[in-house]
């Protein structure tokens, strides 16, 4: 009777353990991807569009004054209009670029060969840039 109950006392340990592993695993798989959805630290996943969608080829961070260019991808629409890492992005066709107003989201209502004019800051200054969009690959 003695050896059963410590059987008993294992299995249900070893149930305890298996239900706590699973909670702290959907806790930080739940985390992970909140975290990946809001873009962690403001750097925008910069979602990859759907193929044929408008294209601009940048990955930014979103931050209160605009969408500063981390990357801009070779062979872009972006590189074409000597758009630089640094640069920040404050509007689109007179439309605000922040954190709250997500470039992906202002390039999605466009379409590929649109010519778009961006407001970009670069080392203080603010200048006018004319893109026209591509067709993502």
């Keep these: 009777m003695n050896a059963d109950r410590r059987l008993w006392l294992w299995i249900m340990a070893l149930v305890l353990v298996g239900l706590a592993c699973g909670c702290a695993g959907l806790a930080a798989g739940g985390l992970v991807g909140y975290l990946i959805g809001r873009g962690a630290g403001g750097v925008s996943a910069t979602p ?17 004054d605009g969408a500063r260019i981390l990357r801009v991808l ?3 629409p972006a ?3 000597g758009l630089r890492p640094g640069d920040r992005i404050t509007a689109i066709d007179g ?3 922040d954190a709250a107003h997500p470039l992906p989201d202002a390039i999605r209502r466009r379409r590929p060969g649109d010519t778009v004019r961006l407001t970009v800051v670069r080392d203080g200054e603010e200048r006018a840039v004319s893109v026209t969009l591509g067709r993502a690959p």
């Design 95 to 97: 439309e605000p670029v």
């Design 79 to 81: 590189e074409k209009a």
């Design 48 to 64: 990859t569009p759907a193929s044929g969608a408008a294209w601009l080829g940048v990955v930014v961070n979103h931050e209160a």
């Design 74 to 76: 070779p062979d872009s």
